[in-house]
């Protein structure tokens, strides 16, 4: 059935989407800063899919599940939503698990203040 793993990573991707959404985590906590963290995150992967590939490691197998549109060598479309999904998973998870450790985490306590001669520096 041609479609039905990028429907789902599609579904996948609409359901971060939503709980970004419900709880602030990482799109609407700030867009900007979250669309170059998502941009630089799918280059890298993509990055290193190429290298993969180049190196032989990687490759397409014959699936029913893609809709067989490629761009580029050996790289499927729903490669990008897959890291999309990957990248998007990831920054959702951080920005969950980050106000859990701060509220948990024991009050950080300054030094003390060093003393030369009577004077604090």
Same mark, same amino acid.
């Given at each position: 059935?041609?479609?039905? /793993?990028?429907?789902? %990573?599609?579904?996948?991707?609409? $359901?971060?989407? !939503?709980?970004?959404?419900? =709880?602030?985590?990482?799109?609407?906590?700030?867009?900007?800063?979250?669309?170059?963290?998502?941009?630089? $995150?799918?280059? /890298?992967? %993509?990055?290193?899919?190429?290298?993969?590939? $180049?190196?032989?490691? =990687?490759?397409?197998?014959? *699936? *029913?599940?893609?809709? $067989?549109?490629?761009?580029? &060598?050996?790289?499927?479309?729903?490669? %990008?939503? =897959?890291?999309?999904?990957?990248? /998007? !998973?990831?920054?959702? %998870?951080?920005? =969950?698990?980050?106000?859990?450790?701060?509220?948990?985490? &024991?009050?950080?306590?300054? &030094? &003390?203040?060093?003393?030369?001669?009577?004077?604090?520096?």
């Amino acid at each position: 059935m041609p479609g039905l /793993y990028l429907a789902c %990573l599609v579904v996948a991707l609409v $359901g971060m989407t !939503v709980l970004d959404a419900r =709880f602030r985590l990482f799109f609407w906590r700030g867009p900007r800063r979250a669309a170059a963290v998502m941009a630089v $995150g799918i280059a /890298y992967f %993509l990055v290193w899919d190429l290298a993969g590939i $180049g190196l032989g490691v =990687f490759h397409r197998g014959p *699936s *029913s599940w893609l809709i $067989g549109v490629q761009v580029a &060598p050996e790289v499927p479309v729903e490669e %990008l939503f =897959f890291l999309a999904l990957l990248c /998007y !998973v990831t920054m959702d %998870l951080i920005g =969950f698990v980050r106000p859990v450790v701060e509220r948990t985490a &024991p009050p950080r306590v300054e &030094p &003390p203040a060093r003393r030369t001669n009577g004077v604090a520096r």
